[in-house]
């Protein structure tokens, strides 16, 4: 069975200041790991992604998130926060190989400070 | 360029009135996921397709149905919908690989009255 926790329901920071996501997982398995957002009535966009390739991955609009195996987390961080990042953020994980097996985390909502 | 199209983006419907929602894509993925998401939570799988192969969770209610007659289209059908139905409906895809990595589309906001 696989899990994933995200530690913070809710982030605020302010504008220019880093983001730090925090996600947990629990897989039996080698795991894919990514992160989504969603911004208001939209759907999911694919901001990174982890699988089994290099532990730092780099994703769109300045994020990143490293792959820690001895934690089991994967946490989503950036170093300047930007208004548009506003937005509410999934931690998913997912069995390697598998197409059903694709776990959300219960989403944390980033608020962005003027 | 869209690559996964949901209509409408917003449907209206009665209690007990069915209703179908839609979902295209132009990546020929082969893989097709239905979710219903509810205000401030997680999405939820309903159901999925690998190719013509039609995968249902456990706990997605009769009420829900899906169709997919192409490897392009895919509909969500909600014969009896009630009050508890009102919510988000993503679609997304995947293509068969390591990490299935899944494109959502904008979702279907569904109000029932």
């Known amino acids: 069975a696989q899990s994933v926790t995200q530690l913070d329901s809710h982030v605020s920071v302010s504008e220019g200041t880093p983001v730090l996501l925090r996600c947990n997982y629990s897989?039996?398995?080698?795991?894919?790991l990514f992160w989504y957002v969603q911004h208001p009535n939209k759907g999911l966009q694919l901001l990174l992604k982890y699988t089994s390739a290099a532990t730092l991955v780099k994703g769109i609009n300045g994020f990143e998130a490293e792959f820690k195996k001895s934690e089991t987390s994967f946490h989503l961080t950036k170093p300047s926060a930007h208004m548009s990042d506003a937005a509410e953020y999934f931690c998913?994980?997912?069995?390697?190989?598998?197409?059903?097996?694709?776990?959300f985390g219960s989403g944390t909502q980033l608020t962005v400070l003027p | 360029d869209a690559m996964v199209i949901q209509n409408p983006r917003y449907q209206v419907t009665q209690f007990g009135k069915p209703v179908t929602l839609s979902c295209s894509q132009t990546l020929n993925h082969n893989v097709m996921y239905w979710y219903q998401q509810k205000s401030s939570q997680a999405p939820k799988l309903l159901f999925h397709y690998y190719d013509k192969d039609f995968n249902n969770e456990a706990d997605t209610p009769d009420n829900f149905q899906s169709r997919r007659p192409n490897t392009s289209f895919c509909f969500l059908d909600i014969r009896s919908p009630g009050l508890g139905d009102a919510a988000m409906y993503l679609c997304a895809t995947a293509r068969r690989g390591p990490s299935y990595e899944q494109y959502f589309g904008p979702g279907t906001r569904l109000t029932v009255t």
């Open positions: 998913v994980v997912s069995d390697l190989g598998s197409a059903r097996q694709l776990t």
């Open positions: 897989s039996s398995y080698s795991p894919s």
